[in-house]
């Protein structure tokens, strides 16, 4: 029976009782004073089996045709309700970076926040916060109930296509501000998920890599990323991945569906599949419990075929009861049945402003020679080249997609993926932003299309600015450089004028063969609504630069744990369902848990960029370092604004190594405002767990008994300050 049919009877039967059945006696799971667990038994003990399969799939609005009912939008994911229950339909938009498109057309407006990379350089748990929130409001005035967003997969290669959607290397600062954006999109009564559950850090053979790494390695790496995202955060749901890991889909994989999740994390919600992820009923005894864009699959396993394997014993009916019960519980604890969508229009200048806090704070300024910025006042022209600066600022391509009014597209490359659309910038363009602080300098604008006529004008310039980019997109892989010959025309612009200043516009890490012929060089990301003003005030010297990298810039390609790209060699087309004719592979994570910086410290390599690394417009310094230990380490120290003007600067906590292990690890850090000459005591105390490793045999986490050395520095390369404390031994169970 159609999951719509079966769902209208369930209504018609309580519209022929009469007024009483829908009087709050007949519904006592609309009683906010229980627990979301009972009030999901409560729903539960009035629907038949087919009623519950019917909340285990979900379908793709666009794939509905004449078949969409006229109150459902076009968006990633529709779930329907049961409105004489008072259990509403979901409406699911893909999301992180604010509400995607979708296909909903030109006029569907939405704020774009920056990158999560970019976000992941704010290292403020708080500016997370607030974009979720801003998010999440714009999401339900647009009629959505459920974000798609929460991703949290590590950057362990920086050519994986969907690194500007996550938050850098290091799993602690990761998983932090992952959870604190979730937590801001649920302050809404609404949905998010986590994802992409676990190991997708790359996008060639995603439907077919299976990636492989030891337990503790894992545990201690990729899934604590999660492991604190989801403590803080605490999503409704989470979304598994397509690719393999270890051997088995990841959509239907026991170990990370069952044991990790609900054994060991003790987490209640529900687990929803990538769109076209699921490969067979078998995946509900996994631990899968809703099958999402179904259509997407090659055929709709947990309806008809679902019902057949409880019919012949294969899954329990038990199995349907706890997947309807988990599904049905997470719309009750995030406050979705209480809280009806509200409507009305978006206040998107309000809306932006949060985007723009969150643009500024993420920018990171990577040199800085002569102290070329802030912009001298005396400057008489200024050049702008490159990077479509006159236009706007770039966005990341693929699901995510958030296109506001009066973006514009331009075309795509041939490597990106058939289904994705064209690069977008966003309409926020830097050149206007620079004339408008420019003051009485003249503002010239090129191209960049010609290397020679843009070095001629910068050489006419008193300085010049080059705009570059870099377009990423979900369902492909890219190189780690520029696009284009924009390289070239950096080099040609800083031998014409060495006051050049590179603005770079990237997914994340990229070569930077100029690096030591130009002047000054700012990472500002894919920046979002007011990126180009953010850009414009760090430019001019209104703000200081407060990014520090959330990911390690390595000199070269030669430098990663796999200098081949992985899969590269079968020249795979990503596309929504398997590529045809590519062969699976296997992609070994032999660096284990030693990812970005903990591999360079392994190995003693120079990166172009440490992890953590970001100059200031202003000094600091750190001294009288007081280490105390116990059940885990404190590290108290004086910060010193040493320079002539107000910034902020954020410390970093590093353990260097333990009584058994030597691994550089991230194990706290703070931010600071200070004003010239002003001096600061901060303290920063590191969770238990980052001092422990994973016991596979006694499956829990141990703390070694002794000592642990740390590092205080501005980056993970500088031990500025260091120390030593006595850890008490014990152990912390999952």
Not at 396 to 410: A, D, E, H, N, W
Not at 533 to 557: C, N, V, W, Y
């Amino acid at each position: 029976m159609d999951r719509r049919l079966t769902i209208g009877v369930c209504a018609a039967a309580l519209a022929l009782a009469g007024p009483l059945a829908l009087a709050a006696p007949a519904r006592p799971w609309m009683n906010p004073k229980l627990g979301p667990d009972a009030r999901a038994e409560l729903v539960l003990k009035t629907l038949t089996l087919d009623q519950q399969i019917a909340l285990l799939h979900g379908d793709m609005p666009i794939f509905l045709g004449a078949k969409r009912p006229a109150d459902v939008q076009i968006a990633a994911g529709w779930m329907p309700g049961i409105p004489a229950l008072g259990i509403p339909a979901l409406t699911e938009s893909d999301a992180s970076l604010g509400v995607a498109n979708a296909g909903r057309g030109k006029a569907d407006d939405a704020t774009p926040l920056p990158s999560g990379l970019a976000l992941a350089a704010t290292w403020d748990a708080k500016l997370a916060f607030a974009g979720g929130a801003m998010i999440g409001k714009e999401a339900r005035q647009k009629g959505f109930d459920t974000l798609l967003a929460g991703g949290v997969n590590l950057l362990r290669d920086p050519r994986n296509g969907r690194n500007f959607e996550y938050l850098g290397e290091d799993p602690l600062l990761a998983g932090t501000l992952d959870g604190a954006a979730i937590a801001g999109i649920q302050s809404n009564h609404m949905v998010s998920t986590l994802k992409h559950f676990a190991l997708n850090d790359q996008e060639t053979g995603r439907m077919v890599l299976d990636a492989v790494i030891d337990e503790a390695a894992f545990r201690e790496s990729d899934l604590l990323a999660f492991e604190i995202a989801l403590e803080t955060g605490r999503p409704g749901s989470v979304m598994c991945a397509y690719n393999r890991v270890n051997g088995t889909y990841a959509c239907e994989n026991p170990f990370l569906l069952t044991q990790v999740l609900r054994k060991d994390w003790h987490w209640p919600g529900w687990t929803m599949s990538d769109w076209g992820a699921v490969h067979g009923v078998g995946a509900a005894l996994a631990g899968l419990d809703q099958e999402s864009g179904q259509q997407l699959d090659k055929q709709v396993f947990f309806d008809k075929p679902l019902k057949a394997a409880v019919a012949s014993g294969e899954v329990p009916a038990a199995r349907i009861h706890e997947m309807a019960h988990r599904y049905l519980r997470s719309l009750f604890a995030t406050g979705v049945v209480d809280h009806p969508l509200p409507g009305g229009g978006l206040d998107t200048a309000a809306d932006a402003a949060v985007a723009g806090r969150e643009a500024e704070a993420a920018i990171v300024l990577l040199k800085n020679e002569a102290g070329l910025l802030p912009l001298a006042k005396s400057a008489r022209t200024i050049a702008v080249i490159g990077g479509h600066a006159d236009v706007g600022v770039i966005s990341g391509g693929g699901s995510s997609q958030v296109i506001p009014l009066g973006s514009k597209t331009f075309p795509k490359p041939k490597s990106a993926p058939a289904w994705g659309g064209g690069e977008i910038y966003h309409p926020d363009p830097p050149l206007a932003a620079i004339q408008a602080r420019a003051g009485g300098a003249r503002v010239v604008f090129n191209d960049g299309s010609d290397p020679a006529a843009a070095a001629a004008i910068a050489k006419s310039a008193d300085l010049a600015v080059v705009f570059a980019t870099q377009w990423s997109s979900e369902g492909m892989d890219i190189a780690m450089k520029l696009d284009g010959d924009q390289d070239a025309l950096i080099a040609a612009v800083a031998a014409a004028n060495p006051k050049t200043v590179v603005v770079l516009e990237t997914a994340g890490p990229v070569a930077m063969p100029w690096r030591d012929k130009v002047g000054a060089i700012l990472e500002a990301w894919y920046p979002g609504a007011r990126g180009g003003q953010a850009i414009a005030k760090m430019l001019a010297g209104e703000i200081d630069p407060q990014g520090r990298l959330p990911a390690t810039f390595p000199a070269s390609e030669a430098q990663l744990a796999r200098p081949m790209l992985p899969g590269a060699d079968q020249n795979v087309v990503e596309t929504l369902s398997p590529a045809q004719g590519a062969k699976a592979f296997a992609v070994t994570y032999s660096e284990g848990s030693d990812v970005g910086y903990r591999a360079f410290a392994k190995s003693g390599e120079t990166p172009l960029y440490p992890f953590g690394y970001g100059l200031s417009y202003t000094s600091f310094r750190y001294s009288g370092l007081k280490v105390n230990g116990g059940q885990t380490v404190t590290a108290s120290f004086t910060v010193a604004n040493v320079g002539d003007r107000a910034g902020t600067d954020t410390p970093q906590l590093y353990l260097t190594a333990g009584p058994k292990r030597t691994q550089q690890r991230l194990i706290g850090w703070t931010k600071v405002t200070l004003k010239p000459g002003e001096a600061r005591v901060v303290t920063v105390t590191a969770p238990r767990r980052m001092l422990a490793n994973w016991d596979v045999a006694a499956h829990g986490w141990r703390v070694d008994g002794g000592a642990y050395k740390l590092a205080v520095g501005p980056d993970a390369a500088t031990a500025t300050l260091s120390g030593s404390a006595k850890v008490a031994a014990g152990s912390l169970k999952p």
